[in-house]
């Protein structure tokens, strides 16, 4: 099946700062990617879409100015925490699906904790 | 808005079959995911649903009825390691992104 990486896997950050997450899908292109969120215990919640040029759609509830999402090329989204506090820290989940394909697939994930 | 349901726990012995259900009501169908997701690490793909009936794939089974909003995920000669959560997905639209039910944690012991 087709790989998708997540980088860095693990980040601890103080409160205040910023935390950029790169999703890459590594041997197709991904016309778009999904971002998500997990809590302990929860399911998988969508945070946003992410198409390739264009800006993200972000879900309700989700702030785009805190959640900055960039899908520069057909290989790379990233996510970027700003001004992370405590109650951010969760494992984010990417996905990536190159349009027709019947599934998505998910990068393994990064686990964010703030201090 | 969108429902999907799944119970929460199960336990099964190993060696034995387990069936894990999964309804759903949704403002689209277009095709039902099954994904195994062990403790820390992200979701892997199980299975893929869009027409009614059995799909098989080694161990794994999974069923569709669209007329019933219903799918059930069939796991034989269960393993100890086949302990994880499997989360139940529906896709609403193509190309849009997959919506989880809160997922069914398994548990197989010897």
């Known amino acids: 099946g087709a790989v998708v990486s997540q980088h860095p896997s693990w980040v601890i950050c103080k409160s205040g700062t910023s935390v950029k997450i790169e999703c890459r899908s590594l041997?197709?292109?991904?016309?778009?990617m999904f971002w998500y969120r997990q809590f302990p215990k929860q399911s998988l919640m969508l945070m946003a879409t992410?198409?390739?040029?264009?800006?993200?759609?972000?879900e309700q509830g989700v702030e785009k100015d805190k959640f900055l999402i960039n899908h520069a090329s057909l290989t790379l989204s990233t996510l970027t925490v700003t001004s992370a506090h405590p109650e951010d820290s969760s494992f984010y989940i990417c996905?990536?699906?190159?349009?027709?394909?019947?599934?998505?697939?998910f990068g393994p994930g990064t686990r964010l904790l703030v201090l | 808005g969108q429902n999907i349901d799944q119970p929460t726990e199960m336990t099964a012995t190993e060696g034995a079959i387990v069936q894990i259900n999964c309804t759903y009501q949704?403002?689209?169908?277009?095709?039902l995911f099954w994904y195994q997701q062990h403790a820390g690490e992200a979701p892997t793909f199980l299975s893929y649903n869009v027409l009614d009936g059995l799909e098989e794939k080694g161990r794994f089974s999974s069923f569709l009825s669209r007329s019933k909003g219903y799918s059930y995920l069939l796991l034989k000669e269960l393993q100890m390691k086949d302990s994880a959560s499997y989360l139940c997905?529906?896709?609403?639209?193509?190309?849009?992104?997959?919506?989880f039910g809160k997922g069914t944690t398994l548990s197989v012991s010897s």
């Open positions: 949704t403002s689209g169908f277009n095709g």
């Open positions: 041997d197709f292109q991904a016309t778009t």
């Open positions: 997905a529906v896709r609403v639209q193509a190309g849009t992104a997959l919506i």
């Open positions: 992410s198409n390739e040029g264009s800006k993200a759609t972000y």
């Open positions: 996905s990536a699906s190159a349009g027709g394909v019947e599934t998505q697939y």
